[in-house]
């Protein structure tokens, strides 16, 4: 493992360190348990971003992909707005529903060739738009007992959502570390001329990541549905920066071919502690979102400095 990878992992250490020398309360069972709680959503949303940073994009559909699913799972569930109780199938559809909007982001990027940001922007507005539609001025509160159980139940101290994150961050790294989709994620992003020149047909491939980001976006609104008891618009507000964040923080780089699944969930857990920690000793909570834009600046400057002779110029 070399120093960069192991940067953020030894980061992680020290900081959760720091906290529990500072806070008692830090350092008890109960809160360790709420940081892995309070990480699994954005574990999720962060397994998919990863891959499209990978290739060396950038994917801002998050919060529209989220609401959408989270509205239409809150509607195909057992409800108070109708009669449906589709139970797990509602959830399938939902996560489908993302993985539809998120081909949308990639056959838009290919078949336009416009800067992925702003193909993705544009398909979280239709996402945004879908689930607006879909509320109708009424918010849909569930009442299935399988997805309200998502939240509240527990296996070894930890709410099934938790374990259903890990699960996400294992079939991410898999599919990262062997499949062929993986492997081309990396090649994209580290040189996707070559790639091109050797034969590889890229367009699909690049379908076929934000379409992987776009299902694990969808089953994230359905997570946050499961953790409110009620689908909301706007229940992916916030996840594209914060995943994002999360993303480079682990060593993921935005230029694409270097970090990963693993790198990325060392990420999300050092953005969670650092948020838990600062609430545990007194810091007020409107100076976390400026200190998690300085840790990335940061992260993001240690990253590029073995670049900086080869990058003559800055985009």
Not at 144 to 153: C, F, K, P, S, Y
Not at 195 to 221: D, E, I, M, N, Q
């Amino acid at each position: 493992m070399s120093l960069r990878d192991a940067g953020p992992p030894i980061a992680l250490v020290v900081i959760f360190g720091i906290f529990a020398v500072l806070s008692p309360d830090f350092r008890t069972v109960g809160n360790v348990q709420n940081i892995m709680d309070a990480a699994a959503v954005l574990a999720v949303v962060t397994c998919g971003i990863t891959f499209v940073l990978m290739m060396g994009s950038i994917d801002l559909s998050a919060p529209g992909v989220m609401g959408a699913s989270a509205i239409a799972v809150a509607l195909l569930v057992a409800n108070n707005r109708n009669g449906n109780d589709l139970g797990l199938l509602g959830v399938l559809v939902a996560i489908g529903l993302g993985a539809a909007l998120g081909c949308l982001s990639g056959v838009a990027l290919v078949g336009l060739k416009v800067p992925s940001f702003m193909t993705t922007l544009g398909v979280s507005a239709v996402g945004l738009g879908i689930a607006t539609l879909m509320f109708s001025g009424v918010q849909p509160n569930i009442s299935d007992e399988m997805l309200h159980g998502w939240a509240v139940n527990r296996f070894l101290g930890l709410a099934y959502l938790t374990w259903i994150a890990m699960g996400c961050v294992l079939v991410g790294w898999l599919i990262q570390r062997y499949s062929r989709l993986g492997r081309y994620a990396y090649a994209i992003g580290g040189a996707e001329e070559v790639l091109a020149l050797s034969g590889v047909r890229v367009a699909p491939f690049k379908v076929a990541v934000f379409t992987l980001a776009g299902s694990f976006y969808g089953l994230a609104g359905v997570m946050v549905t499961s953790q409110l008891s009620a689908g909301l618009v706007q229940a992916g507000k916030g996840y594209d920066f914060a995943a994002i964040t999360a993303a480079v923080v682990g060593g993921t780089l935005l230029t694409g071919g270097r970090g990963g699944v693993l790198h990325s969930a060392v990420g999300v857990l050092l953005v969670i502690v650092l948020t838990n920690g600062l609430v545990q000793i007194g810091v007020s909570p409107y100076w976390q979102g400026g200190v998690q834009g300085l840790i990335v600046v940061a992260a993001v400057s240690a990253a590029v400095i073995p670049q900086r002779r080869r990058n003559q110029v800055t985009k």
